[in-house]
């Protein structure tokens, strides 16, 4: 009984131990979501590394690219509750300083559906936080009731 006691309080510290490197690398994230909810572009610039990328893959393909200044701009003319992703976090890869995250998403504009599709993010952690680097994303109308 007591290896059991044992085994269980290891296991569990194990799992803690990842549950909160996890959260560590997830915040930026969170916090990019939330200042979109809560139209606060500080919040939102707060969450991406100096040199940070956003893009798009547009139905044909095509990449665009939006600077986080454009980005942040028009989330700070939204009225707060306006704009809600809803995101599922799918996986989390971690190798030192380069975390990779895939998030299934789901967006609502005014409390209306508008699209899903997926995010791609790439987190550097940057004088020991971590920061969102880099974003793709998809965004299509059908096969939305398959996202998470």
Same mark, same amino acid.
């Given at each position: 009984?007591?290896k059991?006691a !044992?085994? &269980? ?5 194990? @799992?803690? +131990? =990842?549950e909160?490197?996890? =959260? #560590?690398?997830e ?11 809560? %139209? #606060?572009?500080e919040?939102l610039k707060?969450?991406?590394a100096?040199? &940070?990328?956003?893009?798009? !893959?547009?139905?044909?393909g095509?990449v ?7 980005? &942040? &701009? %028009?989330i700070?003319?939204?009225?707060? +509750?306006?704009?809600? *992703?809803?995101?599922?976090? *799918?996986? !989390?890869? $971690?190798?030192? #300083?380069?975390?990779?995250?895939f998030t299934?998403? =789901? ?8 699209? @899903? ?6 987190? $550097?952690?940057?004088?020991? %936080?971590?920061k969102i =680097?880099?974003? !793709? ?5 059908e096969? @939305?009731?398959? $996202?998470?």
């Amino acid at each position: 009984m007591k290896k059991l006691a !044992i085994i &269980a309080l290891l296991f569990g510290s194990f @799992c803690f +131990g =990842q549950e909160s490197k996890n =959260q #560590d690398i997830e915040k930026p994230i969170r916090d990019l979501f939330l200042a979109m909810k809560n %139209s #606060d572009a500080e919040l939102l610039k707060s969450s991406f590394a100096e040199t &940070a990328i956003l893009q798009t !893959i547009k139905k044909d393909g095509l990449v665009k690219t939006e600077s986080i200044s454009d980005f &942040a &701009a %028009s989330i700070s003319k939204a009225s707060k +509750g306006d704009l809600d *992703e809803r995101i599922s976090i *799918e996986s !989390i890869h $971690v190798d030192g #300083d380069l975390a990779s995250v895939f998030t299934p998403y =789901q967006f609502y504009y005014k409390g209306n559906f508008s699209h @899903c599709g997926a995010n791609s993010f790439q987190l $550097v952690k940057q004088n020991g %936080s971590w920061k969102i =680097q880099y974003i !793709i994303d998809t965004r299509r109308k059908e096969n @939305c009731a398959n $996202v998470k």
